[in-house]
Protein backbone atom coordinates (compact mmCIF):
# COMPACT_ATOMS: atom_id res chain seq x y z
CA UNK A 1 0.00 0.00 0.00
CA UNK A 2 2.98 2.63 0.84
CA UNK A 3 4.29 1.55 -2.31
CA UNK A 4 1.60 2.48 -4.32
CA UNK A 5 0.66 5.66 -2.33
CA UNK A 6 4.08 7.30 -3.70
CA UNK A 7 3.22 5.57 -7.19
CA UNK A 8 -0.25 8.05 -6.84
CA UNK A 9 2.09 11.08 -5.55
CA UNK A 10 4.15 10.94 -8.15
CA UNK A 11 1.80 10.79 -10.93
CA UNK A 12 -0.11 13.65 -9.36
CA UNK A 13 3.20 15.81 -8.99
CA UNK A 14 3.76 14.51 -13.08
CA UNK A 15 0.21 15.94 -14.36
CA UNK A 16 1.12 18.96 -12.44
CA UNK A 17 4.12 19.47 -14.05
CA UNK A 18 2.78 18.73 -17.59
CA UNK A 19 0.01 21.33 -16.46
CA UNK A 20 2.60 23.76 -15.78
CA UNK A 21 4.46 23.05 -18.99
CA UNK A 22 1.35 23.20 -21.44
CA UNK A 23 1.40 26.65 -19.97
CA UNK A 24 4.48 27.86 -20.92
CA UNK A 25 3.67 26.09 -24.34
CA UNK A 26 1.02 28.08 -24.71
CA UNK A 27 2.30 31.28 -23.96
CA UNK A 28 5.44 30.98 -26.13
CA UNK A 29 2.95 29.55 -28.89
CA UNK A 30 0.63 32.70 -28.77
CA UNK A 31 4.09 35.37 -28.25
CA UNK A 32 5.60 33.85 -31.57
CA UNK A 33 1.96 34.13 -33.36
CA UNK A 34 2.37 37.71 -32.35
CA UNK A 35 5.56 38.43 -32.98
CA UNK A 36 4.56 36.98 -36.53
CA UNK A 37 2.21 39.04 -37.09
CA UNK A 38 3.78 42.13 -35.90
CA UNK A 39 6.44 41.15 -38.58
CA UNK A 40 4.10 40.67 -41.30
CA UNK A 41 2.35 43.75 -40.43
CA UNK A 42 5.00 45.91 -40.73
CA UNK A 43 6.18 44.16 -44.65
CA UNK A 44 2.55 45.07 -45.40
CA UNK A 45 3.09 48.73 -44.04
CA UNK A 46 6.07 49.75 -45.03
CA UNK A 47 7.25 47.39 -47.80
CA UNK A 48 4.41 46.26 -49.57
CA UNK A 49 4.18 47.62 -53.46
CA UNK A 50 0.98 49.92 -53.66
CA UNK A 51 -0.53 47.29 -55.98
CA UNK A 52 -0.13 44.22 -53.84
CA UNK A 53 -1.92 45.75 -50.64
CA UNK A 54 -5.23 45.20 -51.19
CA UNK A 55 -4.14 41.42 -51.69
CA UNK A 56 -1.81 41.24 -48.98
CA UNK A 57 -3.59 42.77 -46.28
CA UNK A 58 -6.85 40.46 -46.60
CA UNK A 59 -4.51 37.36 -46.36
CA UNK A 60 -3.18 39.30 -43.10
CA UNK A 61 -6.50 39.96 -41.88
CA UNK A 62 -6.89 36.28 -42.29
CA UNK A 63 -4.46 35.21 -40.12
CA UNK A 64 -5.26 37.73 -37.67
CA UNK A 65 -8.55 36.52 -37.22
CA UNK A 66 -7.48 33.29 -36.65
CA UNK A 67 -5.60 33.99 -34.10
CA UNK A 68 -8.36 35.79 -32.25
CA UNK A 69 -9.87 32.06 -32.89
CA UNK A 70 -6.83 29.88 -31.66
CA UNK A 71 -6.00 32.65 -28.62
CA UNK A 72 -9.75 33.23 -27.26
CA UNK A 73 -9.84 35.52 -23.95
CA UNK A 74 -6.23 36.68 -25.05
CA UNK A 75 -5.88 40.21 -25.31
CA UNK A 76 -3.12 40.58 -27.89
CA UNK A 77 -4.57 39.09 -30.45
CA UNK A 78 -7.58 40.84 -30.62
CA UNK A 79 -5.28 43.91 -30.45
CA UNK A 80 -3.38 42.97 -33.49
CA UNK A 81 -6.09 42.37 -35.28
CA UNK A 82 -7.44 45.79 -34.71
CA UNK A 83 -4.23 46.92 -35.47
CA UNK A 84 -4.16 45.08 -39.22
CA UNK A 85 -8.10 45.97 -39.49
CA UNK A 86 -7.27 49.75 -38.86
CA UNK A 87 -4.22 50.01 -40.98
CA UNK A 88 -5.84 48.55 -43.76
CA UNK A 89 -8.60 50.84 -43.58
CA UNK A 90 -6.33 53.56 -44.02
CA UNK A 91 -4.57 52.18 -47.16
CA UNK A 92 -7.47 51.49 -48.78
CA UNK A 93 -9.49 54.45 -47.85
CA UNK A 94 -13.52 54.94 -48.85
CA UNK A 95 -16.76 54.14 -47.35
CA UNK A 96 -15.67 50.84 -47.05
CA UNK A 97 -12.91 51.99 -44.64
CA UNK A 98 -15.53 53.37 -41.95
CA UNK A 99 -16.87 49.52 -41.37
CA UNK A 100 -13.39 48.18 -40.77
CA UNK A 101 -12.29 51.16 -38.43
CA UNK A 102 -15.91 50.58 -36.42
CA UNK A 103 -14.88 47.09 -36.43
CA UNK A 104 -11.44 47.85 -34.83
CA UNK A 105 -12.84 49.82 -32.17
CA UNK A 106 -14.94 46.76 -31.17
CA UNK A 107 -11.90 44.88 -30.85
CA UNK A 108 -10.09 46.91 -28.97
CA UNK A 109 -13.06 47.79 -26.34
CA UNK A 110 -13.06 44.03 -26.43
CA UNK A 111 -9.29 43.45 -25.24
CA UNK A 112 -9.59 46.24 -23.27
CA UNK A 113 -12.61 44.34 -20.83
CA UNK A 114 -9.66 41.68 -20.68
CA UNK A 115 -6.30 43.41 -20.13
CA UNK A 116 -5.81 46.96 -20.54
CA UNK A 117 -2.35 47.12 -19.98
CA UNK A 118 -1.71 44.11 -22.62
CA UNK A 119 0.99 45.04 -24.87
CA UNK A 120 2.34 48.23 -22.89
CA UNK A 121 -0.66 50.54 -23.53
CA UNK A 122 -1.47 49.61 -27.52
CA UNK A 123 -5.02 49.06 -26.87
CA UNK A 124 -5.17 53.17 -25.85
CA UNK A 125 -2.53 53.94 -28.31
CA UNK A 126 -4.63 52.35 -31.11
CA UNK A 127 -7.86 53.53 -29.87
CA UNK A 128 -6.70 57.37 -29.51
CA UNK A 129 -5.32 56.96 -32.74
CA UNK A 130 -8.58 56.01 -34.26
CA UNK A 131 -10.52 58.70 -32.29
CA UNK A 132 -8.83 61.44 -33.84
CA UNK A 133 -8.17 60.43 -37.33
CA UNK A 134 -11.71 59.33 -38.78
CA UNK A 135 -14.98 61.50 -38.97
CA UNK A 136 -17.31 62.37 -36.37
CA UNK A 137 -21.13 61.66 -36.81
CA UNK A 138 -23.08 60.92 -37.67
CA UNK A 139 -20.69 58.94 -39.91
CA UNK A 140 -17.95 57.38 -37.43
CA UNK A 141 -17.41 58.37 -33.83
CA UNK A 142 -14.36 60.75 -34.12
CA UNK A 143 -13.83 62.48 -30.97
CA UNK A 144 -10.97 64.65 -30.22
CA UNK A 145 -11.58 64.81 -26.48
CA UNK A 146 -11.49 61.16 -26.24
CA UNK A 147 -8.63 60.81 -28.50
CA UNK A 148 -6.88 62.71 -26.24
CA UNK A 149 -7.99 60.85 -23.01
CA UNK A 150 -6.95 57.22 -24.62
CA UNK A 151 -3.49 58.74 -26.10
CA UNK A 152 -2.62 60.49 -22.38
CA UNK A 153 -3.49 56.97 -21.11
CA UNK A 154 -1.24 55.31 -23.41
CA UNK A 155 1.53 57.49 -22.32
CA UNK A 156 0.91 56.74 -18.65
CA UNK A 157 1.75 53.35 -19.26
CA UNK A 158 4.49 53.72 -21.69
CA UNK A 159 6.13 57.09 -21.57
CA UNK A 160 8.99 56.45 -23.68
CA UNK A 161 7.46 54.51 -26.54
CA UNK A 162 7.61 55.13 -29.87
CA UNK A 163 4.62 54.98 -30.50
CA UNK A 164 2.67 56.18 -27.67
CA UNK A 165 4.78 59.51 -28.28
CA UNK A 166 4.43 59.43 -31.94
CA UNK A 167 0.67 59.32 -31.62
CA UNK A 168 0.09 61.82 -29.28
CA UNK A 169 2.51 63.72 -31.23
CA UNK A 170 0.59 63.31 -34.48
CA UNK A 171 -2.50 64.35 -32.62
CA UNK A 172 -1.21 67.75 -31.18
CA UNK A 173 0.05 68.48 -34.80
CA UNK A 174 -3.64 67.85 -35.80
CA UNK A 175 -4.65 70.29 -33.09
CA UNK A 176 -2.37 72.79 -34.49
CA UNK A 177 -0.38 72.82 -31.58
CA UNK A 178 2.96 72.52 -34.04
CA UNK A 179 5.37 73.11 -30.96
CA UNK A 180 4.43 70.79 -28.53
CA UNK A 181 3.81 68.35 -31.48
CA UNK A 182 7.60 68.53 -32.17
CA UNK A 183 8.83 67.89 -28.44
CA UNK A 184 6.86 64.64 -29.15
CA UNK A 185 7.82 63.64 -32.09
CA UNK A 186 11.66 63.89 -31.12
CA UNK A 187 11.16 61.98 -28.15
CA UNK A 188 9.28 59.36 -30.41
CA UNK A 189 12.61 59.13 -32.44
CA UNK A 190 14.78 59.13 -29.38
CA UNK A 191 12.59 55.90 -28.19
CA UNK A 192 14.19 52.84 -27.21
CA UNK A 193 14.84 50.07 -29.88
CA UNK A 194 12.63 47.53 -30.26
CA UNK A 195 15.06 44.33 -30.85
CA UNK A 196 12.18 42.14 -32.16
CA UNK A 197 10.64 44.72 -33.89
CA UNK A 198 13.06 47.02 -36.90
CA UNK A 199 11.61 47.25 -39.66
CA UNK A 200 8.10 48.47 -37.37
CA UNK A 201 10.89 51.24 -35.91
CA UNK A 202 12.41 51.69 -39.12
CA UNK A 203 9.00 52.56 -40.82
CA UNK A 204 7.81 54.54 -37.85
CA UNK A 205 11.08 56.94 -37.52
CA UNK A 206 10.73 57.28 -40.82
CA UNK A 207 7.24 58.93 -40.66
CA UNK A 208 8.35 60.75 -38.08
CA UNK A 209 11.27 62.72 -40.34
CA UNK A 210 8.70 63.19 -42.88
CA UNK A 211 6.18 64.82 -40.15
CA UNK A 212 8.67 66.90 -38.86
CA UNK A 213 10.21 68.16 -42.06
CA UNK A 214 6.64 69.34 -43.10
CA UNK A 215 6.53 71.20 -39.70
CA UNK A 216 9.69 72.96 -40.77
CA UNK A 217 9.02 74.12 -44.14
Known amino acids: MKKININIVSVLF ?15 SMDSTIH ?29 EQTVKSYPQQAEPLIWNAIIVSTDAGKSGGLGA ?8 ELLLEAEKINPNALNGSIYTSLGSLYYQVPGWPLAFGNDDQAEEYLKKALLINPDGIDANYFY ?33 KGRRNEIQAKLKTINQ
Request: net charge positive.
Open 98 to 105: LGKVKKAR
Open 169 to 201: ADFLLDQGKKEAAVSYFNKALNAPARPQRPLAD
Open 36 to 64: DLQKQWAVANYETPEADIEKTFTQLIEKA
Open 14 to 28: TLQALSLLTGTVYAK
